[in-house]
Antibody
Framework: VKLLESGGDLVQPGGSLRLSCTASGFTFSANAMSWVRQAPGKGLEWISFLSGDSAGTFYADSVKGRFTISRDNSKNTLYLQMNSLRAEDTAVYYC???????????????WGQGTLVTVSS | QSVLTQPPSVSGAPGQRVSISCTGSSSNVGAGYDVHWYQQLPGTAPKVLIYGNTNRPSGVPDRFSGSKSGTSASLAITGLQAEDEADYYCQSYDNSLSGYVFGTGTKVTVL
């Protein structure tokens, strides 16, 4: 299993950025995915969830209305569209694959290496 | 913002036992949702250590064990080794936030 993020960059406050996560080694369409971020020197923060068939999606309050998670199962790729970026969005963004019998008991069994997003003027 | 509280740091000498608590509430751990634990070595992505409160993935040493009771969970490391020096996070689901939550994180230092 491999998860490879890309798209991290330096962006000005108020700007937009799209992250991608290319997956391999498992049946991508059958697995729920998330984005988890980690601000410099801080802890982990879950920010978005997307079911395998894209029917179920939800967000942390900190990004709701500004970020959109999506996927293209034909390309084995997960995306995160980030708009209206703020300084507090500066973080390493990890792509995460969920495992478990029920959504409420899911845990992350694989993580990408992360991509750094810096929001600064 | 995290709703799962962990001690900022714990330390122990090689060979000793340390324990990390993860305290939640009635909307997450106390609601019966599973607690999972991750280890994050410096400069790397997290890795799952314990899932479903007490289960170890293959490859994780049996020095690591998890437990849960009421609104709290714990990760124990017995026979502490230098390679265990890392940050540790608990994770669960929260029904009031309708999303997943991570603990505040604990840095384990091997003296």
């Amino acid at each position: 299993v491999k998860l490879l993020e890309s798209g991290g960059d330096l962006v000005q406050p108020g700007g937009s950025l799209r992250l991608s996560c290319t997956a391999s080694g498992f049946t991508f369409s059958a697995n729920a995915m998330s984005w988890v971020r980690q601000a410099p020197g801080k802890g982990l923060e879950w920010i978005s969830f997307l079911s395998g068939d894209s029917a179920g999606t939800f967000y942390a309050d900190s990004v709701k209305g500004r970020f959109t998670i999506s996927r293209d199962n034909s390309k084995n790729t997960l995306y995160l569209q980030m708009n209206s970026l703020r300084a507090e969005d500066t973080a390493v963004y990890y792509c995460a694959k969920w495992k478990g019998l029920k959504m409420i008991s899911y845990y992350v069994d694989y993580w990408g290496q992360g991509t750094l997003v810096t929001v600064s003027s | 913002q995290s709703v799962l509280t962990q001690p900022p740091s714990v330390s122990g000498a090689p060979g000793q036992r340390v324990s990390i608590s993860c305290t939640g509430s009635s909307s997450n751990v106390g609601a019966g949702y599973d607690v999972h634990w991750y280890q994050q070595l410096p400069g790397t992505a997290p890795k799952v250590l314990i899932y479903g409160n007490t289960n170890r993935p293959s490859g994780v040493p049996d020095r690591f064990s998890g437990s849960k009771s009421g609104t709290s969970a714990s990760l124990a490391i017995t026979g502490l080794q230098a390679e265990d020096e890392a940050d540790y996070y608990c994770q669960s689901y929260d029904n009031s936030l309708s999303g997943y939550v991570f603990g505040t994180g604990t840095k384990v230092t091997v003296l």
